[in-house]
Structures are given as C-alpha cells and as structure tokens.
C-alpha cells in the first residue's frame, strides 16, 4: 500500500514525463524533416548541375533541377533555382543554386531559410 503522500503522484508523474518524452519525439521528427529537405534539395542540385553540363545548357539544368524539386517536395520548393557557369581551380564548371524554404514547423518555414548548390565539370568540347 503506498503511503497517504504520495497517492496521486502516478498522474502527474506520467503527464510531466510524458510532455517530455513528446517534445523530444517531436524534436527528432522535425530534425529528421529538415535533413530530407535539405539532402533532396542537394541531391536535385547537383542532378541539375550534371544535366546542364551534359546538355552544355546552363537552364536545362535548372529546369531538371525544378522538375525533381517539384517531383519530391513540391513546387515551392522549386521556386528560386539558379544555374550558372563558373570556373574553379581553373576549370569550367557548371552551378546550380536552389534557395528553398526550411522547415521550421512540420515543412513550413522560412521562405528562403535553405540554400544548397551542386556543381559539376564541363568538358572540353573537341
């Protein structure tokens, strides 16, 4: 029989325990939401990067790279896609810049919180 102090405490043990073990849950979850929205949007980049260095088209890739985008996650996501060429250590190279949204609640957030780039060679044309 448990003493006449602590009747009642199981309750409010579990609901203070159980807050707790939600938010960390919840935490987790939003954590895990934020690096697939970034990976993805990495991933479509770089795709993007090599499709325009294929096509020799710096806006093939960033249409490639809005079409995945809007495949994965949506069409917001594809809203601000830039592509380009630069040159690193001396060489050609395409860049395909997504700036997306990042997610802060659930895959709601800032509008251009995220911002990745993916980059590939261009080969010299014979």
Known sequence: MTPLAERGSAPVEFVLVGVLLVALVLGVLQVAAVLF?????LDAAAEGA?????????????????QVLTAALGPAYA???RAGVTTEAGRPVTVVTVRAPLPVLG????????????????????
């Open 50 to 66: 090599r499709w325009a260095a294929i096509e020799g088209a710096p806006s093939a890739g960033a249409a490639r790279t809005a």
């Open 37 to 41: 929205v970034r990976n993805t949007a």
């Open 79 to 81: 809203a601000d896609v």
């Open 107 to 126: 895959l709601i957030g800032p509008a251009e919180g995220l911002e990745v780039s993916g980059h590939a060679a261009l080969e010299p044309v014979p």
